[in-house]
Nanobody
Framework: QLQLVESGGGLVQPGGSLRLSCAAS????????IGWFRQAPGKEREGVSS????????YYADSVKGRFTISRDNAKNTVYLQMNSLKPEDTAVYYC????????????????????WGQGTQVTVSS
């Protein structure tokens, strides 16, 4: 069974950090383009970051550039999202997703291009 499981969410104060993990079972993540998405209450889902399957290129939404870092550990079949300098507006449910397609900066944020999704992990930034 192909499955993605996110972990690492929680409650953090503004300016704090969290590291989200996206672990895969049933398939090998390094054959897939992996994206992180988030959805806040009352808002549309947005692409936050992604890492390519081919050359390891990384992409970030403007709202998180310089604060978030995506990486992958193929040995652990896991992709990470390191989130620093968190802001209240980062509060959302964060999802990871896997796509067998070659995605680039213009289309990595299109959720319809991803075939597999995790269940999500809640991130709350509040004092």
């Amino acid at each position: 069974q192909l499955q993605l499981v996110e972990s690492g969410g929680g409650l953090v104060q503004p300016g704090g950090s969290l590291r989200l993990s996206c672990a895969a079972s049933g398939f090998t993540l390094d054959y897939y383009h992996i994206g992180w998405f988030r959805q806040a209450p009352g808002k549309e889902r947005e692409g936050v970051s992604s890492i390519s399957r081919s050359d390891g290129s990384t992409y970030y939404a403007d709202s998180v550039k310089g604060r978030f870092t995506i990486s992958r550990d193929n040995a652990k079949n896991t992709v990470y999202l390191q989130m620093n300098s968190l802001k209240p507006e980062d509060t959302a449910v964060y999802y990871c997703a896997a796509s067998p397609r070659v995605l680039r900066e213009l289309n990595y944020g299109l959720g319809s291009l991803y075939d597999y999704w995790g269940q999500g992990t809640q991130v709350t930034v509040s004092s």
